[in-house]
Every structure is written in C-alpha cells, then in structure tokens.
Nanobody, 119 residues
C-alpha cells in the first residue's frame, strides 16, 4: 500500500523560498504511469493544483505559479520536492503531495502539512 508523507518547515517568512519534501513508500517514483503532484488548500478556498513530476522526470506547473515554482525528485530517496519562491501570506495553506496514474486523477494523498507565511 502506497504512503506519502510531507515534510518541511511549518513557518516561512515572506519573500523566502518554501521547500517541502514528499517521501514515498510502497511504490517507486519510476513506476510507469505515475504523476507525483503537489496540491494546496488555502484557508476558505478550494484545492489548487500546483504541478507535477512524472515517471520520466517531466514537469508541468500551474501557469499562475510558473515563475516561482519548481518540482524535482531524488529517485535514490524515492522523494520529490516542491520549491516555491518569493512567498507571501497568500501562500499560507495546507500542502498535499499526491499520486495518480494521470495528471488529473489522484488515487493516494499524503496527510498534508500546514505552512504559514508570516514575519
């Protein structure tokens, strides 16, 4: 059974870079037909798709975030990471790492990690 676990700081200062990691167990990041995705939910708002990295290392990002987001992976650790630069309080959210067989379909979710952007 696959498990995803987010890790990283719970508090980030404005203008800094938010960096989160997702450690995967029970599956390999290089398994065929896998999209490893970051999704967030801000207070009082719906879910926002941020981007993914797929089986072959290809990436795609939400156009609204494209200038300041990067998703990468370390296959030796079976881990993928999110870097979001120049954060503001509007980036305060619960961040989820997610697995799916397609970029628009998700079958396993991490528990989520609360990140607050504040000075």
């Amino acid at each position: 059974q696959v498990q995803l676990q987010e890790s990283g700081p719970g508090l980030v200062k404005p203008s800094q870079t938010l960096s989160l990691a997702c450690t995967v167990s029970g599956d390999s990041m290089t398994t065929n037909f896998r999209y490893w995705t970051w999704i967030r939910q801000s207070p009082g708002k719906g879910l926002q798709w941020m981007g993914f990295i797929n089986t072959v290392g290809g990436t795609d990002y939400n156009p609204a975030l494209k200038s300041r987001i990067s998703i990468s992976r370390d296959t030796s650790k079976n881990q993928f990471t999110l870097d979001l630069g120049s954060v503001t309080p509007e980036d305060t959210a619960v961040y989820y790492c997610v697995r799916g067989p397609a970029w628009y379909y998700y079958d396993s979710w991490g528990q989520g990690i609360q990140v607050t952007v504040s000075s």
